[in-house]
Nanobody, 115 residues
């Protein structure tokens, strides 16, 4: 069974950093990609960063140069290092295992950035 479990959210002041972790399991490496999405109350869901199953990396324009997505296959973990955080980065962040047949969403972790 494919699972995604996030951790590492919290509260931070603007300009600070947080690192999110996603333990993604239940699939063969290379058969699925992993992405981070976020959604704040009253706003549309946004794709933040993705490592595709071909290991290509992409970022939303709003986080380029500030966020870094990486993976440790030995630990089945994908990370999202978030630097120079802004108040508009406040949202629930979801880890999504993206497979050909379907996507598997984690429960989400709250990130709150205060001014």
């Amino acid at each position: 069974q494919v699972q995604a479990v996030e951790s590492g959210g919290g509260s931070v002041q603007a300009g600070g950093s947080l690192k999110l972790s996603c333990v993604a399991s239940g699939y063969i490496i290379g058969s699925c990609g992993v992405a981070w999405h976020r959604q704040d109350i009253g706003k549309e869901r946004e794709l933040v960063a993705r490592i595709s199953r071909f290991d290509t990396i992409s970022y939303a324009n709003s986080v380029k140069g500030r966020f870094i997505i990486s993976e440790d296959n030995a630990k089945n973990t994908v990370y999202l290092q978030m630097n120079s955080l802004k108040t508009e980065d406040t949202a629930v962040y979801y880890c999504v295992v993206e497979c050909v047949s379907m996507n598997y969403w984690g429960q989400g972790t709250q990130v709150t950035v205060s001014s």
